[in-house]
C-alpha cells in the first residue's frame, strides 16, 4: 500500500508535510505504521499549484528517502494546494510514468489502494475511454486508469459523482467478467481550487485516512497516516466518506459507487478480444 498527504489553505512550504514532520512523508517511505507494508520504496512524486492553472510535477522512482533533489524541492516551494505520494507498486512496474500523482490539464490526482482482478478488466476499462483519454494514457497501473475514467464521466463539472460512477463501473464489471469484485481505496483530486479526497473499500478492510488543521485558520491537511503523536489533532475520516476543501472550509460527504448503464455483452466482447 502507498502511502500520501495532501494539503489546501494558506501558501506553507512543501516539507512540512515532506520532510519536516516526524512521521513526514519521508519517513512513512520507510516506517509506515498502519500499512500493510513498511517500505513504500517503488518512486514518489508531488504535485503542487501555484501562479498557472495547470499543476507543477516532480517523480522519480528513487526511493522518498535518498532523493536530495525532493528534499531540495520541498525546501523551497512555497504552495496553497498540494499532493505528495510514495508508492509501494501493486500494479504497473517501478518507472516514472506510473508514480503518482498523475495530472490532465488542471487536474491532479493521486492513489492508494488496489483493484482486484486488474489483469482481468483493464482491457474494457480502457474501451470506456474516448481517444482524447485513452491517448493520454501513459502508464501502466490501475491507479491512472481510474483517474482518467473518472475524467471521462465527468470529474470536470461534478467531481464526486464522477469518481462514484468510476469506482461503480469498475465494480461493475468486475463482477460481471469475474464473478467477484473488490476495491480498496484512498484518492485525492484537485482542480487547484478544491481538494477532494475519498475513503472507500468494497469490503471492510479501506485504507485509512485522516484530517486535521494545520497553520493558518481554514487550512487543512489529509493523510494517510498521522504526521505526529499529537492524537486530539487527527480526525479519522469514516468508510465510505468523502471530503471536500475549499474556500469554504472542510466539509464531509458520503461516498457510495454509482451502478453505470452498459452493454455488459459488449463489455464481455471487449474483453474477450483483449
Known sequence: ????????????????????????????????TRAKTATNADGFGIAW???????GRFRDV???????????????????LFLAHVRAATHGSTR?????????????FMHNGQIDHFDRIRRPMEAMLDDAHFNARVGTTDSELLFLLALQFGLRER?????SEAVGFV?????????????????????????YAVRYS????????????????????LVSEPLNDEAD??????????????????????FKPVSARIDMPQIRSVALAG
Not at 502507498?2 to 520532510?19: D, H, P
Open 202 to 221: 468494497t469490503d471492510e478492510f479501506a485504507p485509512t485516512l485522516y484530517a486535521a488543521p494545520m497553520g493558518p485558520k481554514g487550512s487543512y491537511c
Open 233 to 254: 489533532t487527527w480526525v479519522e475520516i469514516p468508510p465510505s466518506s468523502a471530503v471536500i476543501l475549499s474556500a469554504k472550509g472542510l466539509e464531509a460527504a458520503e
Open 171 to 195: 465494480e461493475q464489471i468486475s463482477l460481471h467478467l469475474t464473478g467477484a469484485a473488490r476495491v480498496r481505496m484512498t484518492a485525492a483530486f484537485s482542480d487547484g481550487e478544491t481538494l
Open 49 to 55: 499549484y501555484g501562479d498557472r492553472p495547470e499543476p
Open 159 to 163: 467531481p464526486l459523482t464522477a469518481m
Open 96 to 108: 516514472r510514468d506510473n508514480c503518482h500523482p498523475f495530472v490532465h490539464d488542471t487536474w491532479s
Open 1 to 32: 500500500m502507498c502511502r500520501w498527504a495532501a494539503y489546501r489553505g494558506e501558501a506553507i512550504f512543501l516539507e512540512e508535510l515532506v520532510t519536516s514532520p516526524a512521521h513526514s512523508l519521508i519517513e512513512q517511505s520507510h516506517c509506515a
Open 62 to 80: 528513487l526511493p522518498a528517502w535518498s532523493d536530495c533533489n525532493l528534499k531540495s524541492l520541498a525546501r523551497q516551494i512555497r504552495s496553497p
